[in-house]
């Protein structure tokens, strides 16, 4: 993790190797004609246009943001820029969520927040970015270039002279970060810092002195080149000698399986991860948290493997096999159901975007997952044995029994409605909460999107998220399933989206509290008050751009909800307040919730 500061430490930059740009972000970049030289003392010829433009060059169309006194003459430029968007939040944290949300489909986000008040609020947004490796381009108005190095209190601090504590903040959430408060190296940190996270595909964090952005300087007199990413490369003879042992192990398998992970965004792996199914046979599973990065109308695919509570029969096939590759997999507490997966190191294959570990060993370094998947699917023998045996013992899914008129609405038959609704042109964002248990069990239609955030599993994620999304993504109308606990720490940005006239459709699950804290560990801090979360949003809305509210509480209402939602509402944005029991959950979370409670609760190793 690199830290760039101007003045502050009295010394230039390292140099990150501009010259030799990072990898993997060229899918990101538009194709730009060189642009024309700017006279030195034009009024375009500045830092603020620089950003501006980079931006657009790198994909971002739409810069999330919060204004703030130290940030406005940066935002002017922003504005200014004809290819940039600049959507004002209602806070900062919903701003990074938003970002958070718009790299997941775009490649990149940012997000431009005022200095410590601003970046300390948004933090916690991005500490998420960095845990689902998402490049976003984090940026704050800083102090005037003036007030470094001297013993000056400003406002939006915590009071002392030291103007570093937010920089000292992000360097454990972002990998390269920027205090830029001189014209001289500005160009070289701010290109250092957005080519760095298109590298490392992780946030970065650029603070910009509010005096700065319009100066015109001779380094910002031609616009900005696009850059020229060279990518990573893979050792051939390590690819080779990791394939040649990994073709060994496999085809010495009597019923092997693959199972995608959240990696296999980072990698950009996904089609060579279906070649090699293509070629190979093997039944096909995906984690919880790479839902959506395989294609679940795959000839073979089995579904979602998390162990206790996979989908139906996966986790008998994937525990079952005496071979399993698992590409890019994250196995942490909430992955593996508490640290009960019924796996063993020495059956598996493990593969990181970098690195191939076989069994026990040996590891293989510098090998790339793409490359090594594409390889590998040439010297695979073809076995279909696994998936012979799920397609013997599976039995199709039952359907929840239909409600009866003014009977209560039960969940299952929400998430069946919502099945329903699935198609090429819609994308789901699923809430921490029994979303992520429901929404698993929904079968994705080819070019359905699909994004939840599992790693971090911050509560009120969506709602930012879910700005972001369906503003990188228009033509897709995101259906987005939220729970009341969750909606209430963020609701205040369903105002962006129907700023930008948004056609989303959010189902929020009332259910009286954090049900899925109530699996893990009840009690009444659980509950939380109810709100007229319908009265809200028309409250929100007042009348200015497209909304449609309604409240349901039975099936015969949501389908008439959902058939307007639809229909005659389809270019409105749409709230739907479910209301369920407080005891209504999937089976699912019961499960995990009683393994995650007892790996939560094991006592100290000393007793």
């Known amino acids: 993790m690199d830290t760039t500061v101007g003045d502050v430490n009295s010394r230039k930059p390292d140099s990150n190797g501009i010259g030799s740009p990072p990898s993997g972000a060229a899918s990101v970049m538009q194709s730009l004609a060189l642009p024309h030289a700017l006279a030195a003392g034009s009024p375009d010829a500045t830092m603020g246009r620089h950003i501006a433009r980079r931006l ?11 204004p703030g006194d130290f940030n406005l003459v940066l935002l002017d430029h922003l504005i200014a820029e004809p ?65 470094y190095g001297t013993n000056r209190v400003l406002h939006h601090t915590t009071g002392l002279s030291d103007f570093s504590q937010e920089l000292r903040c992000f360097q454990t959430v972002t990998c390269f970060q920027a205090v830029v408060n001189n014209l001289e190296d500005a160009h070289e940190q701010i290109d250092t810092a957005i080519s760095t996270a298109l590298k490392e595909s992780k946030p970065v964090y650029i603070s910009i002195s509010c005096n700065l952005p319009a100066i015109p300087h001779p380094t910002f007199s031609q616009g900005p080149i696009p850059f020229a990413l060279s990518p990573k490369l893979t050792n051939q003879m390590e690819l080779e000698a990791a394939v040649e042992a990994a073709a060994e192990f496999l085809n010495e398998a009597v019923k092997p399986v693959m199972v995608g992970g959240p990696k296999l965004r980072v990698a950009k792996a996904s089609e060579a991860f279906v070649e090699l199914a293509n070629a190979c046979g093997y039944a096909v599973a995906v984690m919880p948290s790479a839902k959506g990065l395989v294609p679940e109308h795959h000839p073979h695919f089995i579904g979602t493997y998390w162990g206790a509570v996979s989908t139906a029969f996966c986790a008998e096939i994937v525990e079952s096999a005496d071979a399993y590759l698992f590409a890019g997999p994250i196995f942490n507490d909430y992955s593996s159901v508490g640290y009960s997966l019924l796996l063993k190191k020495e059956k598996a294959i493990i593969l990181q975007p970098d690195r191939v570990v076989i069994g026990n060993g040996p590891a293989f370094g510098c090998v790339l997952m793409k490359d090594f998947l594409k390889a590998l699917s040439k010297r695979v023998k073809r076995n279909t044995i696994a998936y012979e045996n799920y397609h013997r013992i599976y039995v199709p899914d039952g359907h929840p029994l239909k409600c009866e008129p003014k009977e209560p609405l039960r969940v299952n038959v929400l998430f069946k409605h919502i099945q329903d609704m699935l198609s090429s042109e819609s994308a789901v964002i699923a809430e921490t909460g029994d979303s992520w248990f429901n929404c698993q069990k929904l079968k994705l239609p080819r070019g359905c999107g699909y994004e939840f955030q599992m790693q971090y599993g911050s509560i009120g994620w969506s709602v930012g998220a879910t700005l972001g999304y369906a503003q990188a993504v228009p033509e897709k109308r995101v259906i987005a399933c939220i729970g009341d606990g969750s909606f209430q720490v963020t609701a205040q940005d369903v105002s962006t989206m129907l700023r930008c006239g948004q056609n989303t459709i959010i189902f929020l699950i009332n259910n009286g509290g954090y049900t899925i804290e109530v699996e893990i560990h009840d009690g009444p801090y659980n509950v939380i008050k109810n709100w007229n979360y319908t009265g809200l949003v028309e409250a929100i809305h007042n009348s200015e751009g497209k909304c449609w509210t309604a409240k349901v509480l039975y099936e015969e209402e949501l389908m008439e909800a959902i058939q307007t939602a639809t229909g005659p509402k389809k270019d409105c944005l749409c709230f739907i307040e479910v209301i369920v029991h407080k005891d209504d959950t999937s089976k699912e979370l019961l499960e995990w919730g009683s393994r995650v409670s007892a790996a939560n609760s094991r006592p100290p190793n000393s007793y």
């Open 56 to 66: 657009v060059q790198i994909g971002v169309t739409d810069v999330f943001s919060v």
């Open 83 to 147: 290819g940039l968007n600049l959507i004002g939040c209602c806070n900062e944290l919903n701003a990074g969520y938003a970002a958070d949300g718009y790299a997941r489909t775009r490649g990149v986000g940012a997000c431009v927040v005022t200095f410590t008040v601003g970046g300390l609020s948004m933090l916690n947004a991005i500490a998420g970015a960095y845990s689902e490796n998402l490049p976003v381009v984090c940026i704050v108005g800083g102090p005037n270039s003036n007030d």
